[in-house]
């Protein structure tokens, strides 16, 4: 079992739909929490970071932990055609750093005009 | 602004081969990193440099070698190249290596192995 576990996807949405995105994770250690956008043939953007449980807001991204479901979530509101891309959840233990980042094998997103 | 530059985009290899896949950035970062990128695997790191001078392996550093005499500058040597290593190479750099930092990542080497 992985690590870190997420569904691949394709995840299809009308556009200004609510889009959620989930990872599941089973290192109770995990204090550290990020979400990365990937663009075709792109490398990987830094959206959202979090530390330790709770809601984060930026725009319209709002990064969800539950540390005791082991359930991290990304959720998009209003969703738009440029937001069709893959998004990676990443995570790592207190204090080790980016040395030891786990990453979810990514969710791709298509939102449709 | 640059950013993060990698090259090649693209490479095709023989089995056996050694090739450098290139990194620099323009950022004065002290913190560089590989990962390959495989389907259904997500990021791995390979390597990472906390500044010139100073190396350390990652998850997956076999098969690869690494140096950093500069603080521009982080190549990244396949010796003898194997079809497993068939993937796409990130590159990336932060100011340090603590998570809040955003790293910056280039746009990949994509790298195919016959």
């Known amino acids: 079992q992985k690590e870190v576990e997420q569904d691949p996807g394709p995840l299809s949405v009308p556009e200004g739909a609510i889009v959620s995105l989930n990872c599941t994770y089973s290192n109770s250690a995990f204090q550290y929490f990020m979400w990365y956008r990937q663009y075709s043939r792109k490398g990987p953007e830094l959206l959202m970071y979090t530390y330790s449980s709770g809601n984060k807001e930026d725009g319209r991204f709002t990064a969800q932990v539950d540390k005791s479901s082991k359930y991290i979530s990304l959720f998009i509101r209003d969703s738009q055609p440029s937001d069709s891309a893959t998004y990676l959840c990443?995570?790592?233990?207190?204090?080790?750093?980016?040395?030891?980042?786990?990453f979810g094998s990514g969710t791709r997103l298509q939102v449709q005009p | 602004n640059a950013g993060v530059t990698q090259t090649p985009k693209f490479q095709v290899l023989k089995t056996g081969q050694s090739m450098t896949l290139q990194c620099a950035q323009d950022m004065n970062h002290e913190y560089m990193s590989w990962y390959r990128q495989d389907p259904g695997m997500g990021l791995r790191l390979i390597h990472y440099?906390?500044?010139?001078?100073?190396?350390d392996q990652g998850e997956v550093p076999n098969g690869y070698n690494v140096s950093r005499s500069t603080t521009e500058d982080f190549p990244l040597r396949l010796l003898s190249a194997a079809p497993s290593q068939t993937s796409v190479y990130f590159c990336?750099?932060?100011?340090?290596?603590?998570?809040?930092?955003?790293?910056?990542f280039g746009d990949g080497t994509r790298l195919s192995i016959l």
């Open positions: 440099s906390v500044g010139a001078g100073i190396t």
């Open positions: 990443a995570m790592s233990e207190e204090d080790t750093g980016r040395r030891a980042l786990t």
């Open positions: 990336a750099s932060s100011l340090s290596d603590r998570n809040n930092q955003p790293q910056h």
